[in-house]
Nanobody, 117 residues
């Protein structure tokens, strides 16, 4: 099983980034997928979740209206579009999946997102 994130980087406040996660080694289309993040000194938190077919999504209150999770089951990818980024969004972002809903068994290696002027 592999989950490989990409798309992180340094962005100014108010800017946008799009994270992507490429999955392999498991039946991607049958599982929910999640994005988590962990800031220095803080616990890992769920940012966004999407059901196996994409019909259900869930977001942390802190990102509602700014972030959008989506998936392409034909390409085994899940993405996180992040708009109007704030310094408090700075964290390592992790792709996660492998269960019908909730935190899955599989984790990516993480990608750093830094929001700073």
């Amino acid at each position: 099983v592999q989950l490989v994130e990409s798309g992180g980087g340094l962005v100014q406040p108010g800017g946008s980034l799009r994270l992507s996660c490429a999955a392999s080694g498991f039946t991607f289309s049958t599982y929910a997928m999640n994005w988590y993040r962990q800031a220095p000194g803080k616990e890992r938190e769920l940012v966004a979740a999407i059901s196996s077919a994409g019909g259900r999504t869930d977001y942390a209150d802190s990102v509602k209206g700014r972030f959008t999770i989506s998936r392409d089951n034909a390409k085994n990818t899940v993405s996180l579009q992040m708009n109007n980024l704030k310094p408090e969004d700075t964290a390592v972002y992790y792709c996660n999946g492998g269960r019908p809903w909730g935190q899955g068994w599989y984790w990516g290696q993480g990608t750093q997102v830094t929001v700073s002027s």
